[in-house]
């Protein structure tokens, strides 16, 4: 019998992209095939020009639907077999390539949120929930939304050979993050695009929403962010070259804090644990500063740093791009 493919992809949209998807009915024994699509209706392509080229890049089991059935996470390309604009992750394969000899690892933690009804779930019609304080890893129903949602997500991420590596309830309310990694800097982006995926339509099941919005509520509620963890071969052995880590993220601080996420300046105000994002900084256990060096990092002199900065919408492909960039061209030069 034929199976399904349903072929996913990363449109064009601006300042952030949203994922598509659609199915296709590949013969038994057949490689999920190279596809195309309406570019013109992904804000990739003209209506003159409107055809565009899915890759498969990554080709899992289908959680979902079952059976043979399988998840195609693709990269856009134009119709003469070129990286489409919106297609970040070429790039990333780029530098991951200059500098696969440092063996680069990147775990990212990716927050969200849930929505019912136009409002973040749990939130009280025309009132306010209690104030955030003991949402963060909470237990019972005057705290938690939504998690039913959440482990059939992970279920789900296990099920399709996803490296989730844990879940936790965040501080506010309807808030929670799942963790993606340690991966190289090109899989983790697609192991978490396809995470992604899964829990928006796990959440469509129930008639929730997830979002990224890195800051869903104005006021005293935490944002969203995606903090992404990362260590080279030297730095799992060593601490100067963690040390170096942290000073050459701070040579480029603007560069990437422009490119961790669109609304960036609303989320990293300097409250609700975050540093502004006007000032870089780094230390250990700090959760007030760009970038964190964990405790045991700094007690075994080893490990790896969190860059706590990007922003729960941020494009993983680019963060990863960024860091490897940044960090290894340094330590490349020690
Ligand atoms: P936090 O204390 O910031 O909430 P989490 O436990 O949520 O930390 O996330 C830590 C992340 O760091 C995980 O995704 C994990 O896979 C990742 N990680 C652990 N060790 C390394 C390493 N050596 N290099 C890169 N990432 C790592
Ligand atoms: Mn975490
Ligand atoms: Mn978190
Ligand atoms: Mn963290």
């Known amino acids: 019998m034929p199976y399904r493919a349903e072929y996913i992809w990363i449109d064009g949209q601006k300042p952030t992209s949203k994922l598509r998807s659609k ?12 596809w195309g699509f309406d570019g013109s209706s992904t804000e990739q392509a003209s209506g003159e020009l409107s055809d565009c080229v899915l890759r498969p890049v990554l080709v899992r089991p289908d ?10 996470l693709c990269e856009v390309l134009t119709p003469d077999m070129e990286p489409h604009p919106s297609n970040t992750r070429a790039a990333c394969v780029k530098t991951y390539e200059k ?18 009804d136009g409002r973040p779930h749990g939130w009280p019609i025309g009132g306010y929930p209690a104030p955030q304080g003991g949402y963060y890893c909470g237990i019972g129903s005057d705290e ?11 279920v789900a991420c296990l099920e399709a050979g996803l490296e989730i590596s844990g879940t936790n309830a965040e501080v506010m309310i309807g808030q929670w993050e799942f963790q993606i990694g340690p991966l190289d800097p090109v899989a983790v982006g697609d192991h978490l695009w396809m995470a992604r995926w899964l829990l928006y339509r796990l959440a ?6 997830a979002h990224l919005n890195p800051k869903p509520v104005e006021g005293d509620w935490n944002g969203a962010g995606m903090h992404a963890n990362f260590s080279t071969a030297a730095m799992r052995e060593s601490y100067e070259p963690i040390i170096a880590a942290c000073e050459a993220l701070g040579t480029k601080a603007d560069e990437h ?21 006007t000032e870089y900084s780094y230390g250990v256990s700090n959760r007030g500063a760009s970038v964190r060096i964990p405790w045991q990092t700094a007690r ?6 969190e860059d706590r900065r990007p922003n729960a919408n941020a494009d993983p492909y680019t963060v990863a791009r960024l860091m490897t960039e940044t960090i290894c061209s340094a330590l490349a030069d020690e």
């Open 99 to 116: 500098y696969k000899d440092q063996d680069p690892w990147f775990g990212l933690e990716q927050e969200y949120t849930f929505f019912k």
């Open 23 to 34: 199915t296709k009915i590949v013969a038994s024994g057949q490689e999920p095939p190279l």
């Open 257 to 277: 804090v422009e490119n961790y996420g669109a609304g960036i300046q609303r989320r990293l105000t300097g409250l609700h644990e975050t540093a502004p994002w």
């Open 300 to 305: 075994e002199q080893r490990g790896y740093i």
């Open 144 to 154: 938690i939304w939504g998690r039913d949602v959440v482990e059939n997500h992970t």
């Open 204 to 209: 469509e099941d129930c008639d929730i929403s």
């Open 63 to 72: 959680p979902i639907r079952g059976n043979e059935n399988v998840l195609v």
